[in-house]
């Protein structure tokens, strides 16, 4: 694996896909709250979760927003440490990028293209069996 630091605009430009995935989320977020009490306790609902009784990958996530919203990130942790941990080295990224206009490029091998995907397969599942975990007690 290579990495290294390519110049970028500082901002960069919108990936329009992206926008209107995060657009239909957050009105989901909304509509959901609306719908279902919308009180602290209250959880938007998971299609996922309502066809098959198992919590999706990303179950927590939107309440885990919530609690970032609320300056109470130890518990956006705790219902969802993969989509935490990913929010976060995003944010990251996007923060260095605006300041030094430079951005990270990795290039990988065949072989540790393989490695990468692996190791990304098992920190999917060992987030999505934390989530069936947490999820399963009731919390």
Request: aromatic share 14%; net charge positive; proline share 5%.
């Amino acid at each position: 694996m290579e990495l290294r630091l390519e110049r970028a605009t500082r901002l960069p430009r919108p990936r329009w896909w992206f926008v209107a995935l995060f657009a239909v989320w957050i009105a989901w977020i909304l509509l959901a709250s609306a719908s279902f009490g919308g009180g602290a306790d209250a959880r938007p609902l998971c299609h996922f979760r309502a066809l098959t009784g198992v919590p999706c990958v990303g179950c927590g996530g939107s309440t885990g927003a919530r609690a970032i919203l609320d300056g109470q990130p130890e518990r956006a942790f705790d219902l969802n440490p993969g989509l935490f941990f990913l929010l976060t080295v995003w944010l990251a990224l996007f923060v260095r990028r605006l300041v030094t206009g430079r951005r990270i490029v990795a290039r990988f091998s065949p072989r540790g293209r393989k490695v990468a995907w692996s190791v990304a397969a098992v920190l999917f599942a060992v987030a999505w069996a934390y989530v069936i975990w947490r999820q399963g007690r009731g919390a």
